[in-house]
């Protein structure tokens, strides 16, 4: 707790004191630091923000750093893991490593906007982990972005814990990003010559046992790649065709591979279906699992009983998988697509162009907006300016 003093100089002049109180993990008080103001009202603001910093952990609120209230602000969100993701929280972690250097020893009361753009020109320029000093290479736009969210809603937290009354980031003029590009979808051709060399790769069971049917259910549906290593049977309706996507694989902040029960946004949970020809591919590999996994014995994972698991049933961790698909796609000299986002570009760009609404292949990507989906996955056919004008044309001709 903090308090407030009524003092009165030697001539006379009135004063207000907060004097507040610290103590050791063992509740030892260590010091009693105190701090003069001219007036009531930011003695009160003062006596808040202290309360706010020592109760809350952060030690004394004159000393407390940029880097101290990072890292505790880290810590604290780390704690609420049904919040966000492992993945998001090592990116929240990583982008903050990567600025600490620049702003970590700047007491968190006296950071600024211009030292937040200082830091970001110089990461502009000189930031790539893994370089020289004085010898580093430019960080990409797209990870400045990220950067500047992260500190962003970091100092936004200590703004609303009353640390401080503006954001210093607000200010901040935040790295700009490129035009988004238009994600590289495969060709007709390319995807003739991946589903064939699968297919060779399956026969003489290189790769993955299943790397024919993992091409093409990815090409038919468009799942992201922690959604298809936690299809379970139990997700698959065979006489449909129907396809529930509940769960996904991931790794947690241990580095282990877990499987999550639940998809990590509501937009994410949906259902789809599947062409009658993929729907008796996997019928067929579903009976040639049973088999598998009856020889396998009872130590193979069966609850649940995933459909592109690793040997022993249990979930294939999600990098493993890009490998596999990686080796494909370089064994027909395709360099320059994602290994397992080109097929998922690849199925929303062909029903964008076939005359799918914008709003239903969002939804079958699992897409919060459809926004996104325009931007990222409509590429346009050969021929379809030409198209649009026949379209006009034909309009005018109805209005003569």
């Known amino acids: 707790?903090?308090?407030?003093?009524?003092?009165?100089?030697?001539?006379?002049?009135?004063?207000?004191?907060?004097?507040?109180?610290?103590?050791?993990?063992?509740?030892?008080?260590?010091?009693?630091?105190?701090?003069?103001?001219?007036?009531?009202?930011?003695?009160?603001?003062?006596?808040?923000?202290?309360?706010?910093?020592?109760?809350?952990?952060?030690?004394?609120?004159?000393?407390?750093?940029?880097?101290?209230?990072?890292?505790?602000?880290?810590?604290?969100?780390?704690?609420?893991?049904?919040?966000?993701?492992?993945?998001?929280?090592?990116?929240?972690?990583?982008?903050?490593?990567?600025?600490?250097?620049?702003?970590?020893?700047?007491?968190?009361?006296?950071?600024?906007?211009?030292?937040?753009?200082?830091?970001?020109?110089?990461?502009?320029?000189?930031?790539?982990?893994?370089?020289?000093?004085?010898?580093?290479?430019?960080?990409?736009?797209?990870?400045?972005?990220?950067?500047?969210?992260?500190?962003?809603?970091?100092?936004?937290?200590?703004?609303?814990?009353?640390?401080?009354?503006?954001?210093?980031?607000?200010?901040?003029?935040?790295?700009?990003?490129?035009?988004?590009?238009?994600?590289?979808?495969?060709?007709?051709?390319?995807?003739?010559?991946?589903?064939?060399?699968?297919?060779?790769?399956?026969?003489?069971?290189?790769?993955?046992?299943?790397?024919?049917?993992?091409?093409?259910?990815?090409?038919?549906?468009?799942?992201r790649r922690s959604e298809l290593l936690g299809l379970s049977w139990s997700d698959i309706n065979l006489d449909t065709g129907v396809v529930e996507i509940t769960r996904t694989v991931a790794v947690d902040r241990s580095g282990n591979t877990v499987l999550r029960t639940r998809a990590k946004t509501e937009s994410s949970l949906r259902t789809i279906s599947v062409p009658p020809s993929i729907a008796a591919l996997l019928r067929q590999h579903k009976i040639r699992q049973a088999e598998y996994a009856l020889q396998w014995g009872k130590e193979y994972q069966r609850k649940p009983m995933l459909v592109f698991p690793q040997m022993d049933g249990t979930p294939m961790p999600p990098i493993e998988m890009t490998h596999k698909l990686r080796r494909l796609m370089r064994k027909v000299g395709i360099m320059d697509a994602q290994p397992c986002h080109a097929w998922r570009h690849s199925h929303g760009s062909l029903l964008v162009n076939s005359g799918a609404t914008i709003i239903s292949v969002a939804q079958r990507l699992g897409h919060a907006s459809p926004r996104l989906t325009l931007e990222t996955y409509a590429h346009p056919d050969e021929g379809d300016d030409a198209k649009a004008t026949a379209m006009v044309s034909q309009h005018f001709a109805g209005l003569e």
Request: with cysteine; net charge positive; charged share 30%.
């Open 1 to 223: 707790m903090a308090n407030i003093y009524t003092k009165k100089t030697p001539k006379g002049t009135k004063y207000w004191k907060v004097q507040w109180t610290l103590k050791d993990r063992t509740g030892i008080v260590i010091k009693q630091p105190s701090k003069n103001f001219d007036n009531a009202k930011d003695a009160k603001a003062f006596k808040t923000k202290v309360e706010t910093e020592v109760e809350g952990g952060y030690g004394d609120p004159e000393d407390l750093t940029v880097a101290g209230f990072c890292n505790r602000w880290l810590d604290d969100i780390e704690q609420d893991g049904e919040t966000r993701s492992a993945d998001t929280l090592r990116s929240y972690r990583n982008n903050i490593n990567r600025l600490m250097p620049h702003i970590g020893t700047i007491l968190l009361t006296r950071l600024t906007s211009y030292d937040l753009e200082m830091a970001y020109l110089t990461l502009r320029n000189n930031g790539h982990r893994g370089s020289k000093p004085g010898k580093g290479k430019p960080l990409a736009t797209s990870t400045m972005a990220s950067m500047h969210r992260v500190i962003f809603t970091a100092m936004e937290a200590a703004r609303r814990q009353k640390l401080f009354r503006d954001n210093p980031a607000e200010d901040a003029k935040a790295p700009s990003l490129s035009k988004r590009k238009k994600a590289r979808a495969l060709t007709k051709d390319e995807t003739k010559r991946l589903l064939a060399q699968a297919d060779r790769y399956q026969a003489k069971g290189m790769v993955y046992p299943h790397i024919g049917l993992v091409a093409r259910v990815l090409l038919a549906t468009g799942l």
